[in-house]
């Protein structure tokens, strides 16, 4: 029998007190206990030299491959630049409909673009990630609301206009995908 927990992997160092309040976020967003583990992933081979980034859909299938399967999804948090090949990068990826993400802390710290730290907009921002990856993973596809959290993000001022939640419609389709796992 499945747990009724989400799992958030770090594949890497993370601050605990980061894990911890994006932890909360995805409990307060999706009402499930989640659990903090740690692994020890090799992802060199998903790194691209020419392109000095890792491949999110080979780090996506390690990742489910090593995900524990008692928990009700799992998503493994990076802090490396990712692309997948038609994209020049992205925040995070998931299976729809699966199992598994990925959310890469990289890109999302005001100092890759020359600004000031901003540790509260850095958590805000992850959070914001693992749960709009987390949505694919019930099958939510991207949402045309502007401030809903499954609003397709290119950009991180796209992550910033939105909120960690989801809009009435995408909580609806959630709570139908949710009671189809049950």
Known sequence: ME?????????????????ERVAKDVSREFHYPVNLKECSLDISNCYNPGRRQYDANELLRMISERAPQDAIKVIGMVRVDLYIPILTYIFGQAALNGHTGVASLYRLRNEHYGLEPDYELLIERFSKVIIHELGHTYGLIHCSNPVCVMRSSTYVEDLDQKEKHFCFRCRAELNRAELVLL
């Not at 009724?4 to 980061?18: A, M, N, P, R, T």
Request: include cysteine; charge should be neutral; charged fraction near 25%.
């Open 3 to 19: 747990s009724q927990d989400i799992i958030l992997v770090s594949c890497g160092l993370f601050e605990k007190k980061l894990t």
